[in-house]
């Protein structure tokens, strides 16, 4: 049975900073294509940032995030890191965690057709 199983969100203030964990198990973790999403109230869901769990370990980030969020792994633990920085009241949201079979994340990893998803954890971003 697929798992991913999300913590780390919580509240913080504008500037501050929050670490999104993402603990994978009951499928391959190795060679795939790992992702974090988002979605506010009201708003479609959203890509934020992808990682592909192969040699090459790919990035990808959704415009808005880029320089202020990092997303990285660790093998041997199957887990997916959103490391989160310089927060603002927009980032406000309820950000899942997402894994798929695809081979790469590809050029369109940011539509939310993944396989997997987990069951979210909320980021909340005071100003």
């Known amino acids: 049975q697929v798992q991913l199983v999300e913590s780390g969100g919580g509240s913080v203030q504008a500037g501050g900073s929050l670490r999104l964990s993402c603990a994978a198990s009951?499928?391959?973790?190795?060679?795939?294509?790992m992702a974090w999403f988002r979605q506010a109230p009201g708003k479609e869901r959203e890509g934020v940032a992808a990682?592909?769990?192969?040699?090459?370990?790919?990035?990808d980030y959704a415009d808005s995030v880029k320089g202020r969020f990092t997303i990285s792994q660790d093998n041997a633990e199957n887990t997916v890191f959103l490391q989160m920085n310089s927060l603002k009241p927009e980032d406000t949201a309820t950000y899942y965690c997402?894994?798929?079979?695809?081979?790469?994340?590809?050029?369109?990893?940011?539509?939310?057709?993944?396989?997997?998803w987990g069951q979210g954890t909320q980021v909340t971003v005071a100003s």
């Open positions: 997402a894994a798929d079979y695809r081979p790469v994340c590809g050029a369109t990893w940011y539509r939310p057709d993944f396989d997997y």
């Open positions: 009951g499928f391959a973790y190795h060679n795939r294509c």
């Open positions: 990682i592909y769990t192969g040699r090459r370990m790919t990035t």
